[in-house]
């Protein structure tokens, strides 16, 4: 028999036994994922709320970050996209893939981080707006909330995207957080979103780079990543480009 026959077989059987033992389920409806479905079932995989922005430099996810700093002559337009749409109100809209970052976010579910993340990297890669990224910058959390958390799941998504660009840096220290703000996600204002996370961010001198990627788990405002853009144009000139890729995009196809 042909080993790789055997070699399927033994590692269908090794999933089956930790499925017996630790049920798997998927992210997005609960249900019981099958020994060929990762993460997602099937069906909520086929109905990933995909926004399909990363080959379109204006979409209304990049109108919407760029509101935030006025491009113009010394700015230029710059590109924003997310790997799906989601609802804040899952539960009447019917779009639960939230779910997804809060896995990552709240659950330490480094897996499915990665797993969506590394999609999101594929996509970018083969994408003319955003394949010369140069540098990838997570957006930081303040000492003190990564300190509690263990972990930035900013960063985590932005390592997993970065196997797509082989020849960009993962830059960890170029943006730093100056004070610990409010959650988001409990404000519905935009304008206190953007209030929220004025100034609260301070770039530091760094590599030169070309092509820079801000990255994060959730767009919605569009608040966090103009005041992260705001930081590092201070010591970019207009000639660098700073972009913004994050998981998941408030919003419905």
């Known amino acids: 028999m042909d080993r790789r026959i055997l070699e399927l077989s033994k590692t269908s059987l090794i999933l089956s036994v930790k499925d017996f033992l630790m049920p798997r389920v998927c992210a997005v409806c609960g249900r019981s994922l099958l020994v060929s479905e990762r993460h997602l079932c099937l069906k909520c995989l ?27 002559p010394y700015e230029p337009y710059q590109a924003a996209a997310a790997l799906f749409f989601y609802s804040a109100v ?19 579910n480094f897996s499915v981080g990665r797993h969506f993340a590394r999609m999101l990297g594929e996509v970018l890669a083969l994408s003319p707006v955003f394949r010369d990224v140069d540098a990838i910058i997570p957006v930081p959390l303040h000492w003190t909330r990564r300190l509690e958390r263990g972990y930035n799941q ?58 820079v990627l801000i990255v994060d788990d959730v767009f919605t405002s569009g608040g966090t990543a103009a005041a992260c853009h705001d930081a590092l144009r201070a010591i970019f000139g207009p000639e660098v480009r700073i972009s913004v890729a994050t998981l998941a995009c408030i919003g419905s196809r």
């Open 90 to 108: 899952s539960t009447l809209s019917g779009n639960k893939y939230g779910r997804i970052p809060q896995e990552l976010k709240y659950f330490r």
């Open 46 to 72: 086929g109905d990933l709320p995909r926004t399909l922005y990363e080959n379109r430099l204006h979409n209304p996810m990049a109108d919407m970050y760029n509101s935030r700093f006025a491009p113009g």
């Open 154 to 211: 900013s960063e985590v998504i932005a390592r997993g995207i970065a196997e797509s660009f082989p020849a960009a840096v993962v830059d960890c220290r170029t943006l730093v957080r100056l004070r610990r703000t409010h959650t988001q996600t409990r404000m519905h204002s935009a304008m206190a979103k953007a209030e929220n996370v004025r100034g609260a961010f301070r770039a530091r001198k760094t590599a030169p780079y070309r092509h």
